[in-house]
């Protein structure tokens, strides 16, 4: 999954981009209002954590002018204006979740988890697929055997992706957007390297490639 942070305390972004990482995330960081609102526009973020108290352009006019164009990624309005007609405002303007500072970062990830499942229709709680399981604190995939199969960071990312959009047609093109960050290098061949290496852990038949589509991930294999 992809995530656009929204901080212009550089301390705290740099801090919560290492604990992001490590959760899987593949994460883009914009300091200010003006920045943030571009790349929110540009780019296919599954969710984005946003700051209010933002340099050149408030993080409240950022989500509203997100809105307006009907923007509709998730955001979590993260911010130490914890007063009660403020989270009012935010929700008005069109948060979906809100956390006040200080927080603990294993909350914010379970609510940024909690919002990209709630955006996926009829996405179970558990990441289950047909007896797969994604153990998403230990970033592995667990089988039906029980045997629990440890991914690198890459392979995460992309089989999360793919267990939340089964049986869809997806190119290489949306999985590079959803799988990288936006300074990364985005050669799409690359996802066929990881591709292969997630047939050689779950079974050749489970991603199916779909000439002029991309690949499909199968809920069912026969």
Known sequence: MRL???????????????????????????????????????????AVIL??????????????????????????????????HERVD?????????????????ELIARLTALIRRGQAGVQQALRVDGLL???ERQCVVLDSGEARKLTGTEFRLLRYFMLHPDKPLSKSRLTEHVYEYDADKDSNVIEVYIKRLRQLLGAERIETRRGQGYLFRRTIP
Not at 62 to 81: E, G, H, K, S, Y
Not at 97 to 106: A, M, T
């Open 51 to 84: 700051d209010l108290g933002l340099p050149k352009r408030p993080g409240l006019t950022v989500l509203q002018n997100w809105r307006r164009r009907r923007n509709n990624m998730p955001v979590l309005i993260l911010t130490a204006w914890d007063a009660w």
């Open 4 to 46: 656009l942070l929204v901080e212009d305390d550089r301390d705290l972004a740099a801090a919560l981009l290492k604990h992001l990482g490590r959760a899987g995330f593949a994460v883009d960081v914009a300091h200010d209002g003006e920045e943030a609102e571009y790349l929110g526009d540009e780019e296919p973020y599954d």
């Open 134 to 136: 994604l153990d998403e």
């Open 90 to 106: 935010g929700f008005k303007a069109g948060a979906d979740d809100y956390l006040g500072k200080p927080f603990h970062v294993e």
